[in-house]
Nanobody, 121 residues
Framework: QVQLAESGGGLVQPGGSLKLSCAAS????????MAWYRQVPGKERELVAT???????NYTDSVKGRFTISRDNTQNTCYLEMNSLKPEDTAVYYC???????????????WGQGTQVTVSS
């Protein structure tokens, strides 16, 4: 029904930058919220940043001032620009979208497959 394709992960040195992308495709009528989560082995998935259709954003405290979430509604794409990266930002990053699909009344959550971000010297 809906597919989320993430890209942009990789290996970066501390203090460096990366920009993640998440492109949504499929039977999309409307995307209300898009978000980025991250997870490290043995820990619960953590909400990193969210963005609503008309722009309001929210961030977890540990990334405020370093990460910026944005979206292109015409392309159903969400971005996460990550600056001043720290080793503790190392995780698998997942895109999430809250989507109303054609022919259904409700919104549903969809997830990407995840992209690895490793911050190490």
């Amino acid at each position: 029904q809906v597919q989320l394709a993430e890209s942009g992960g990789g290996l970066v040195q501390p203090g460096g930058s990366l920009k993640l992308s998440c492109a949504a495709s499929g039977s999309i009528f409307n995307i209300n919220r898009m978000a980025w989560y991250r997870q490290v082995p043995g820990k619960e998935r953590e909400l990193v940043a969210t963005i609503i259709t008309n722009g309001p954003t929210n961030y977890t405290d540990s990334v405020k001032g370093r990460f910026t979430i944005s979206r292109d509604n015409t392309q159903n794409t969400c971005y996460l620009e990550m600056n001043s990266l720290k080793p503790e930002d190392t995780a698998v990053y997942y895109c999430n979208a809250f989507v109303k699909i054609y022919g259904r009344l409700d919104y549903f959550h969809f997830w990407g497959q995840g992209t690895q971000v490793t911050v190490s010297s």
